[in-house]
């Protein structure tokens, strides 16, 4: 019988010195190995984002590491389980960015919209609030779910982002608007851009859909999410679905 994996994603915008970045890039690749973890970590400027796996044990130690460093301490985390490791080698990389936007002058670290928790999101959605539901991701990750009524700018890659909101209403600048993605890192930088843009309301939802799923089941969710492993997709309770994928065309 095989072991469950811990999946594990987090991210942290936060400011890290350059000359530092080859060293800490070694530290925990080091450490990562030593424990068999597989993933990506990937590191810049504007901070850290993440996902790995392993053993259950094995994840607490490499999350022990990342706490010796004051700017990981204490990152938020979302967790779920499956029967095979979904990746297949560890990386540890310095980017420019940690999610590549394109926009210098988007500065999650200075500024940041409001989080919205998913359980007041969800009452929103209960007691029919007006507003409107962004969805930030790609569009081969809308097809595979999105939340009920969801506004999709069918984008092919996160940089059309900035783009693809100059077509928006300009009605809509006055109502709120609600950013999610999978973890939270896409619409924390797509809502500090629209905040930028003159969107008077804009709110992103905190952990983006996963912790959705996690504190609210999936209500008001239509589908599966598309998570970026050899899982392709969670469900709702965020367990590994049957939905495979095409890595040329990414159908």
């Not at 988007?106 to 999101?121: G, M, R, S, W």
């Amino acid at each position: 019988m095989k072991t469950d994996i811990l999946n594990v994603s987090a991210y942290r915008f936060v400011n890290l010195k350059a000359e530092l970045l080859p060293a800490i890039k070694q530290d925990l690749l080091t450490h990562a190995q030593s424990q068999q973890l597989k993933g990506t970590v990937l590191l810049s400027t504007e901070g850290i984002n993440l996902f790995v796996a392993g053993s259950s044990i094995r994840i607490e130690s490499f999350f022990k590491k990342l706490e010796t460093y004051n700017e990981f301490r204490q990152l938020p985390r979302k967790d779920s389980l499956s029967k095979e490791q979904p990746f297949t080698r560890m990386l540890v990389r310095i980017k420019k960015e940690i999610i590549s936007m394109g926009c210098e002058h988007v500065k999650p670290i200075e500024n940041t919209a409001p989080h919205l928790d998913p359980e007041t999101f969800k009452k929103w959605y209960d007691d029919n609030k007006e507003m409107i539901v962004l969805d930030t991701r790609n569009d081969y990750e809308v097809q595979l779910g999105t939340f009920k009524n969801a506004l999709d700018l069918n984008i092919k890659n996160f940089r059309d982002f900035p783009q693809a909101i100059q077509s928006l209403p300009n009605d809509i600048k006055d109502k709120p608007v609600i950013t999610f993605c999978t973890g939270g890192i896409r619409c924390e930088k797509a809502a500090e851009l629209m905040q930028q843009q003159g969107f008077n309301h804009v709110y992103q939802l905190d952990g983006g859909i996963l912790n959705y799923f996690e504190k609210c089941n999936g209500e008001h969710y239509q589908g599966e999410c598309f998570v970026f492993d050899k899982r392709v997709a969670v469900d709702t309770q965020l367990n590994e679905t049957q939905t495979t994928q095409c890595y040329a065309c990414r159908m």
